[in-house]
T-cell receptor
Framework: AQSVSQHNHHVILSEAASLELGCNYSYGGTVNLFWYVQYPGQHLQLLLKYFSGDPLVKGIKGFEAEFIKSKFSFNLRKPSVQWSDTAEYFCAVKSPGGWGNTGKLIFGQGTTLQVKP | GAVVSQHPSRVICKSGTSVKIECRSLDFQATTMFWYRQFPKQSLMLMATSNEGSKATYEQGVEKDKFLINHASLTLSTLTVTSAHPEDSSFYIC?????????FGPGTRLTVT
C-alpha cells in the first residue's frame, strides 16, 4: 500500500536556525508531492508542490523542497526559521491518474515544529 | 479564490444521536470532495471520496453506514455521523478538488458525550 513517512515528529529550533524536515514515500509510479502547513487553530494551507520539471521547488514564506526520485524523498527546507513558522507540517503524495483516479492524497504523520524566540 | 467552508465549526452531541456536517466550495464548483478525520497530534486519515451525483468511495475500514456522505450539488457535500459514540469524537476536515489541487476547509470539531 502507498504510504508517506515523516521522520521527525517534533522539532524544536531557535529563531534563525535552519530547518529540514524529512519525507519519504513508497510508490513506484509517477507522483505529485505536496507540503502543507497547519498553523495553530487554522486550516491546512499549501506550502509548495511538485508535479514535474525542476526537482527543487520553492514555495511560500521562504520554504523550498527537493524531490529526489532515487530516494523517494521530498524534504522540506528553510534556511532561517522564524517564530511564526511554529506549526504542524504535513507531507502528502498523490498519484495522478492512479489509485482509482480520484486524486486522493496520502498524508504523512506530520511534524510539529516549535520555534523558540 | 478556492475557498472551502465547513459548518458547524464545532458541535457537541449526545451518544446515539446523528450529526450532519456541511462542506461547501464557495467560489468554485467541485465534482470531487474528500472527507478526512484527524486525531490529536496525528495526520489526516482519508475517510472517503465524495463524487457529485454518485455514491461515495470509502477507504478500507470506514463504515459507510455510519458515515453517510451525500454530494448532491457541485458546491455541497455533507457528512452525517449516525448514532454517534464517544469514539467518533474527532476533528473532521473536508477538501475540494479544483485545478489539480485540494483546498481544505477549516474543520469541524465533533465531541460526543
Amino acid at each position: 500500500a502507498q504510504s508517506v513517512s515523516q521522520h521527525n515528529h517534533h522539532v524544536i529550533l531557535s529563531e534563525a536556525a535552519s530547518l529540514e524536515l524529512g519525507c519519504n514515500y513508497s510508490y513506484g509510479g509517477t507522483v505529485n508531492l505536496f507540503w502543507y502547513v497547519q498553523y495553530p487553530g487554522q486550516h491546512l494551507q499549501l506550502l509548495l508542490k511538485y508535479f514535474s520539471g525542476d526537482p527543487l521547488v520553492k514555495g511560500i514564506k521562504g520554504f523550498e523542497a527537493e524531490f529526489i526520485k532515487s530516494k523517494f524523498s521530498f524534504n522540506l527546507r528553510k534556511p532561517s526559521v522564524q517564530w511564526s513558522d511554529t506549526a504542524e507540517y504535513f507531507c502528502a503524495v498523490k498519484s495522478p491518474g492512479g489509485w482509482g483516479n480520484t486524486g486522493k492524497l496520502i498524508f504523512g504523520q506530520g511534524t510539529t515544529l516549535q520555534v523558540k524566540p | 479564490g478556492a475557498v472551502v467552508s465547513q459548518h458547524p465549526s464545532r458541535v457537541i452531541c449526545k451518544s446515539g444521536t446523528s450529526v450532519k456536517i456541511e462542506c461547501r466550495s464557495l467560489d468554485f464548483q467541485a465534482t470531487t470532495m474528500f472527507w478526512y478525520r484527524q486525531f490529536p497530534k496525528q495526520s489526516l486519515m482519508l475517510m472517503a471520496t465524495s463524487n457529485e451525483g454518485s455514491k461515495a468511495t470509502y477507504e478500507q475500514g470506514v463504515e459507510k453506514d455510519k458515515f453517510l456522505i451525500n454530494h448532491a450539488s457541485l458546491t455541497l457535500s455533507t457528512l452525517t455521523v449516525t448514532s454517534a459514540h464517544p469514539e467518533d469524537s474527532s476533528f473532521y476536515i473536508c477538501s475540494a478538488r479544483y485545478g489539480g489541487e485540494q483546498y481544505f476547509g477549516p474543520g469541524t470539531r465533533l465531541t460526543v458525550t
